[in-house]
């Protein structure tokens, strides 16, 4: 793991070292008082896959080592640490639980791309630090999707995974850079789905991941409700979040049915440019 810092652009930028304090392992923290903090929860140094987890509205450092329950930051990263360990338990893997922005803190406020813009190139940073021999896999939920869209052209990642999103903050494929896998997730229940589209300056979270200009792969989320229920222990759409962030892609399911998508040879992830599909 390298040590990395970016240009001062009104915010101080996060500085990226591993440091290990009470038993947790920070790569990155605000002096108390502030708002940022980013946690690893496993071996990210030796990993051979990472899942940087970005949550949404309401999280901060003043509740991020307090808050308890289901749509916790951290109850979410450690949980999804152990599915990943029981789904691939000869890999080494990690999760990086970024709250690395300033948050918005209520739905009024989620109208603005501001935070998501701010908190972008620390994203993207963080995954140019990373272990590069590492498979990374960037999940947002909900204004945390945001944030992933608008660092995937500048960072590096082979996955990205976009759970409730209101916005990918971009309104073309093109602009999430081409070498990324995207995937979404939308449960029927989900508001999200009457969240206003669109992009004005510094109004609006640009396009919803499965409109047709960004493309992205939906998977099934089973019979999880609502607009916080993705990481629900035991579920489908847990399940499959943790089998694209170990890269089983040929075990994520469709949603309303148990059948595994069928990915072509190859997945085009720009206007001029196709990998295969792993």
Do not use: K
């Not at 999280?59 to 152990?82: D, K, Q, S």
């Not at 896998?181 to 009457?194: N, Y």
């Amino acid at each position: 793991m390298t040590t990395s810092t970016l240009p001062p652009r009104g915010d101080r930028p996060l500085r990226y070292r591993l440091l290990e304090t009470e038993g947790r392992r920070l790569l990155a923290c605000d002096p108390p008082g502030g708002t940022r903090v980013v946690e690893a929860l496993g071996e990210v140094a030796l990993a051979d896959h990472i899942a940087i987890l970005v949550p949404g509205n309401g999280h901060h450092l003043g509740n991020y080592f307090t808050e308890r329950g289901p749509v916790a930051p951290r109850a979410r990263g450690e949980l999804l640490l152990r599915t990943m360990q029981a789904l691939a338990p000869g890999s080494r893997v990690a999760v990086v639980v970024w709250v690395g922005y300033h948050a918005p803190r209520g739905l009024a406020a989620a109208v603005s791309n501001g935070p998501a813009r701010a908190g972008a190139a620390d994203l993207a940073e963080l995954t140019r630090v990373l272990p590069r021999a590492a498979h990374l896999t960037l999940i947002g939920h909900s204004y945390g999707s945001t944030v992933c869209g608008l660092a995937l052209a500048a960072g590096r990642a082979q996955d990205c995974v976009a759970l409730g999103s209101p916005g990918m903050g971009v309104w073309r494929r093109h602009e999430l850079g081409t070498a990324t896998r995207l995937w979404a997730a939308q449960a029927d229940s989900d508001w999200i789905r009457l969240f206003p589209r669109g992009r004005f300056r510094r109004i609006g979270l640009g396009r919803a991941p499965l409109h047709p200009a960004l493309g992205a792969t939906r998977f099934g989320t089973g019979d999880v409700t609502g607009h916080c229920g993705y990481y629900a222990e035991h579920s489908e759409s847990l399940r499959n979040i943790t089998r694209i962030a170990v890269g089983r892609y040929d075990e994520v399911t469709a949603p309303g049915t148990s059948a595994v998508i069928p990915l072509p040879r190859h997945t085009r992830l720009g206007a001029d440019t196709e990998v295969a599909a792993a």
